[in-house]
């Protein structure tokens, strides 16, 4: 039996409009929030980490901040903390003002342990709340696809569309009815389920997956509304027993912590962000009679800010992604709507009481309560990170990771990446911006 939970909890983030006429005074001002209207050059994105490594070695994380805990040493920064938390703690008193579904979060519990919860925050431009929230999401259990006998336990597909520009939220919710309408005939066996000839049918979870999201950009094409400049990202999961699928577009994202015998959890991107400077997406722009250009200067006259798309002697339309649903100006130029597509496998089981602290193991059965023993660690467990940029424009894969294990359920670590999130939109703009928010965690079993 599926228990599904739903809560609405106020949190308060923002996103800065994506408008198109941003003058180079403003865009400094202005953080990277939407895909699309030129802005001054962010915090450099995190690159995703080897997932060919052990990450053991990595700097130990704060899970309160998501930075390394030697940057906590630092006296400036402990101040820019303790304005940021003032900054936070007083958006509390404004949430009377939020626009009706602002904020939102669903949660799911599967019989075969799979633990998922989702949550979305709106967020703030010029120290007020956005009109609306134009990130979304979807939370749906289905059958495991994968291996008949497991059906029955069941799988979950989580799916974050990041809307931009004037209509954003308007593609970004379009764009999550029609994958998750996919998705449910998928599970039923009923029509708009996938195609043999689709991309990815030898696998059948991302032949659902991409299946589901070309109906998206089927559907936004044939709704006859005005998305020349507005579109949305998107990242969607597949979690089932021993593996999950991902297929995406554009710069959501979605990461996978696999816990080793000791805890540990090695780092492994299942997406790459589409990104107009990659090599492959810009060879498609330019054959497309586009170009990739950084389209604001320095004082010294240095190209600053992120790679976008734009036509030949303009900065229009400006997208800052290679892949997206909508955008039908920038789809013109080499902005695809094909997603891409990748796998991870979970290794072996891992030993429930294998590897504690101080290598004391208690005995299976018994509770190691008892004087230097020490307690076994609780049941071993993957955890998976879907989320907007809203989250990867200031935390790393790994401190995502690091911080959602940390918790004691999905509903805690999406709650504790939501509020790092906000603490360091804080932090950099004072609360004058924040971007729309949207986090996704999984606890997948590991035995």
Not at 67 to 78: A, I, K, Q
Not at 193 to 210: E, F, R, T
Not at 343 to 372: I, Y
Request: charged share 20%.
């Amino acid at each position: 039996m599926v228990v599904l939970r739903v809560h609405h909890r106020p949190f308060g983030t923002f996103r800065p409009q994506s408008s198109h006429g941003v003058s180079p005074s403003s865009e400094r001002r202005t953080p990277r929030a939407s895909s699309l209207a030129p802005s001054a050059a962010p915090a450099p994105h995190p690159a995703p980490p080897s997932s060919s490594k052990p990450q053991s070695h990595r700097p130990r994380t704060d899970v309160q901040l998501g930075v390394p805990v030697d940057s906590l040493e630092s006296t400036h920064y402990r101040s820019l903390l303790g304005s940021a938390r003032v900054e936070v703690d007083s958006w509390r008193g404004k949430e009377y003002l939020k626009p009706r579904g602002y904020d939102c979060q669903r949660g799911v519990q599967l019989p075969s342990g799979i633990d998922v919860c989702c949550v979305t925050s709106g967020g703030r431009v010029h120290s007020r709340w956005k009109p609306e929230n134009q990130d979304s999401f979807m939370l749906q259990a289905i059958p495991a696809v994968h291996d008949a006998a497991l059906a029955s336990r069941g799988a979950v597909v989580v799916g974050v569309f990041d809307g931009h520009g004037p209509r954003g939220g308007e593609v970004s919710r379009g764009a999550r009815d029609s994958f998750a309408k996919s998705m449910l005939a998928s599970a039923t066996g009923g029509e708009g389920g996938p195609d043999p000839s689709a991309v990815g049918a030898g696998d059948p979870a991302a032949g659902a997956l991409v299946q589901g999201l070309q109906l998206a950009a089927t559907e936004l094409n044939a709704r006859g509304r005005d998305y020349s400049r507005s579109g949305s990202t998107a990242v969607v999961c597949m979690a089932e027993p021993g593996s999950v699928t991902a297929a995406w577009l554009g710069d959501s994202r979605a990461v996978l912590g696999l816990q080793s015998v000791r805890g540990v959890h090695r780092i492994q991107a299942l997406t790459q962000d589409h990104k107009p400077e990659d090599p492959r997406e810009m060879a498609r722009i330019v054959r497309s009679g586009g170009r990739v250009v950084q389209v604001y200067h320095d004082a010294h006259n240095n190209p600053v800010g992120p790679f976008r798309v734009c036509f030949p002697n303009t900065t229009s339309p400006g997208l800052a992604v290679s892949r997206a649903l909508g955008d039908t100006l920038a789809s013109s130029i080499g902005v695809s709507a094909t997603p891409d597509v990748g796998r991870a496998h979970f290794p072996a089981a891992v030993q429930a009481l294998a590897g504690v602290p101080g290598d004391a193991v208690a005995p299976r059965g018994e509770s190691g309560t008892g004087p230097g023993v020490a307690p076994p660690f609780p049941p071993p467990r993957h955890v998976l990170v879907v989320a907007s940029d809203g989250l990867w424009q200031w935390i790393g894969d790994a401190a995502a990771v690091d911080i959602a294990a940390a918790a004691g359920s999905a509903e805690e670590a999406a709650a504790a990446l939501l509020d790092v999130a906000r603490l360091r939109w804080a932090m950099a703009y004072h609360g004058a911006h924040v971007d729309d928010i949207t986090v996704a965690v999984a606890f997948l079993p590991a035995l």
